[in-house]
């Protein structure tokens, strides 16, 4: 299996500040036949399924704000989120697709 | 845009078998670029990947339930299933029915899941 490690499992910002969330893989998810990273990233609401915001490493899926970026290569990875708002306040997981599926354990953001 | 709806009991006695049903609306069952998956959340915990199916009746299960689980379907349902075996309380979960998006470039890959909205499974005596 491969196994995701987020980092932090919490954090707290203001609003209009930058939040980092980090993803370090156990085994390298870049295909190097297609040179694409085989990584997603999801926000869970309270109560809610989770939701699709970023494929491949960095591509935003449809309707997601900008605000929402991905980056990163190989084994480690970054969702960064420019400017926090509230309706932000969910837990994130990154979740790799190269072998299966397997999810990270989860960053809960918050509003200081 | 395709919606999904799981159905089934909320409470399952131990090392009975754990049946749901996940209706697909909005979309077609036997379309070539979907996988059809379930996934398990325990309460306050992370996301399990439990399988998926592909209409040509292909599965792929996670090694750690393999033993235990089930993915089928019915095309004139609209319909996929899961039956999961031998429970215990460690399979307390919400269970999600899901969509896999199939991406072929070569070999095919499921890249990003849609999401039902969730069914609360109990498993207690």
């Known amino acids: 299996d491969i196994v995701l490690t987020q980092s932090p499992d919490s954090l707290a910002a203001s609003l209009g500040e930058r939040a980092t969330i980090n993803c370090k893989s156990s085994h390298s998810v870049l295909y190097s036949s297609n040179n694409k990273n085989y990584l997603a990233w999801y926000q869970q609401k309270p109560g809610q399924p989770p939701k699709l915001l970023i494929y491949?490493?960095?591509t935003r899926d449809s309707g997601v704000p900008d605000r929402f970026s991905g980056s990163g290569s190989g084994t480690d990875f970054t969702l960064t989120i420019s400017s926090l708002q509230a309706e932000d306040v969910a837990v994130y997981y990154c979740?790799?697709?190269?072998?299966?599926?397997?999810f990270g354990q989860g960053t809960k953001v918050e509003i200081k | 845009q395709v919606q999904l709806q799981e159905s089934g009991p909320g409470l399952v006695k131990p090392s009975q078998t754990l049946s749901l049903t996940c209706t697909v609306s909005?979309?077609?069952?036997?379309?070539?670029?979907?996988?059809w998956s379930w996934i398990r959340q325990p309460a306050g915990k992370a996301l399990e990947w439990i399988g998926r199916i592909y209409i040509s009746g292909s599965t792929n299960y996670n090694p750690s339930l393999k033993s235990r689980v089930n993915i089928s379907l019915d095309t004139a349902k609209n319909q996929f299933f899961l039956n999961l075996t031998s429970v215990t309380a460690a399979d307390t979960a919400i269970y999600y029915c899901?969509?896999?998006?199939?991406?072929?470039?070569?070999?095919?890959?499921?890249?990003?899941?849609?999401w039902g909205q969730g069914n609360l499974v109990s498993v207690s005596s």
């Open positions: 909005g979309g077609s069952i036997s379309s070539n670029n979907s996988y």
């Open positions: 491949w490493a960095s």
């Open positions: 979740q790799q697709y190269y072998r299966t599926q397997t």
């Open positions: 899901a969509r896999e998006r199939r991406f072929c470039e070569g070999d095919c890959y499921a890249v990003g899941i849609d």
